[in-house]
């Protein structure tokens, strides 16, 4: 009969599953905002060029002029 220990909430490998999960979630929010940016430019067209073929960088600098 094999025992089986539980695992603990604060041990090396949950610390590391928290900084993943905050990654993963961190990776998302900024992706849902760089799509909302570039819906507002597409929508109110306050840009000749196109949001679509813009790096991020170049994106940010665009709305800070707006």
Do not use: W, Y
């Not at 089986?4 to 610390?15: I, K, L, S, Y």
């Not at 929508?43 to 073929?53: D, F, H, K, M």
């Not at 813009?54 to 665009?62: D, E, F, I, T, V």
């Amino acid at each position: 009969m094999a025992a089986a220990t539980a695992t603990t909430t604060d041990g090396p490998v949950e610390t590391v599953r928290l900084f993943k999960l905050a990654k993963t979630s961190a990776v998302k929010s900024r992706s849902m905002a760089i799509s909302r940016l570039k819906a507002v430019l597409v929508a109110e067209q306050a840009s000749r060029e196109s949001p679509a073929g813009l790096s991020n960088p170049k994106l940010g600098r665009r709305c800070s002029q707006l």
